[in-house]
């Protein structure tokens, strides 16, 4: 059973941090094209950070050098450091991976920043 499954969204103050993870089951495992979006109310997914399928990353541009995408692959996880957050980083976090041209989605994490 291919799954994805976020943790470490929260509460926290503007410039304060957090770490969301997400970790990979089933035939995700290993995956290469792995992503974080997130998505504000009444906003549509956006794109925050991904691994490409050669291993390189991408940022939107109103996270870089704020955020950080990373991966244990012996633990098939994969992460996103969220540093000087601001309350326009206020969304739910998703995780994705795509195989065989197939979209997985993991449920969310809410992230809340507060000014």
């Known amino acids: 059973q291919a799954q994805l499954v976020e943790s470490g969204g929260g509460l926290v103050q503007a410039g304060g941090s957090l770490r969301l993870s997400c970790v990979a089951s089933?035939?995700?495992?290993?995956?290469?094209?792995m992503g974080w979006y997130r998505q504000a109310p009444g906003k549509q997914r956006d794109l925050v950070a991904t691994?490409?399928?050669?291993?390189?990353?991408i940022y939107a541009d109103s996270v870089k050098d704020r955020f950080t995408i990373s991966r244990n692959r012996a633990r098939d996880t994969y992460y996103l450091q969220m540093n000087s957050l601001k309350p326009e980083d206020t969304a739910v976090y998703y995780c994705?991976?795509?195989?065989?041209?197939?979209?997985?989605w993991g449920r969310g994490t809410q992230v809340t920043v507060s000014s």
């Open positions: 691994f490409t399928g050669d291993g390189s990353t």
């Open positions: 994705k991976s795509t195989v065989a041209g197939i979209e997985y």
């Open positions: 089933g035939r995700i495992r290993g995956v290469n094209l």
